[in-house]
Antibody, heavy 121, light 108 residues
Framework: QVQLQQWGAGLLKPSETLSLTCAVY????????WSWIRQPPGKGLEWIGE???????NYNPSLKSRVTILVDTSMNQFSLKLSSVTAADTAVYYC???????????????WGQGTRVTVSS | EIVLTQSPGTLSLSPGERATLSCRAS???????LAWYQQKLGQTPRLLMY???SRATGIPDRFSGSGSGTNFTLTIHRLEPEDFAVYYC?????????FGQGTKVEIK
């Protein structure tokens, strides 16, 4: 049974860097893309980006200049860093795993529990 | 970037009725690369459908999906109380793997 457990700071000041980590329990770490998605209060889902076990990344162009997604295969973890945050980055952030990269099934089959991040001075 | 447009924004229905949700893509995503997710209030999104018409594990057969190219439909054949939620489509044929803005199915 695949489980994703995420954590990170929930309150940031403008201009700080958001940092979240997602740990993966159960199953292999390779053969998948590991993703981050966010949801501002009362709004829809926004795909942030993804990384595979070898470090290949895809980012949303709207956030690309501020986003870094890293993977630590030794710890079965991946992380999100978002720099220079503003109030517009206030959201619930989710980590997720695609079903399979080998078969190009890049839909999000497993999700973390979400982390609420508030940016406020 | 592929833009997904969902309609309607809100669907007000009674339990037992049929819900028909639409997702239109700005360019083709074939029938292979379209997923639907359900999100209940305060909960994490849950995968419902993938490949436009395949139900995810544990999803009841009152949910069905169809479509190809740029037009897709999610149908809930007989609404149960637990089906009232927000539904999102997502394309995963290309990056960024965009979501639609969501359709809220609410109790009439």
């Amino acid at each position: 049974q695949v489980q994703l457990q995420q954590w990170g700071a929930g309150l940031l000041k403008p201009s700080e860097t958001l940092s979240l980590t997602c740990a993966v329990y159960g199953g292999s770490f390779s053969g998948y893309y590991w993703s981050w998605i966010r949801q501002p209060p009362g709004k829809g889902l926004e795909w942030i980006g993804e990384i595979n076990h070898s470090g290949s990344t895809n980012y949303n162009p709207s956030l690309k200049s501020r986003v870094t997604i890293l993977v630590d295969t030794s710890m079965n973890q991946f992380s999100l860093k978002l720099s220079s945050v503003t109030a517009a980055d206030t959201a619930v952030y989710y980590c997720a795993r695609v079903y399979s990269d080998y078969t190009s099934d890049w839909y999000l089959a497993y999700w973390g529990q979400g982390t609420r991040v508030t940016v406020s001075s | 970037e592929i833009v997904l447009t969902q309609s309607p924004g809100t669907l007000s229905l009674s339990p037992g009725e049929r819900a028909t949700l639409s997702c239109r893509a700005s360019q083709s995503v074939s029938s292979r690369y379209l997923a639907w997710y359900q999100q209940k209030l305060g909960q994490t999104p849950r995968l419902l459908m993938y490949g436009a018409s395949s139900r995810a594990t544990g999803i009841p057969d009152r949910f069905s999906g169809s479509g190809s190219g740029t037009n897709f439909t999610l149908t809930i054949h007989r609404l149960e109380p637990e089906d009232f939620a927000v539904y999102y489509c997502q394309q995963y044929v290309s990056s960024p793997r965009t979501f639609g803005q969501g359709t809220k199915v609410e109790i009439k």
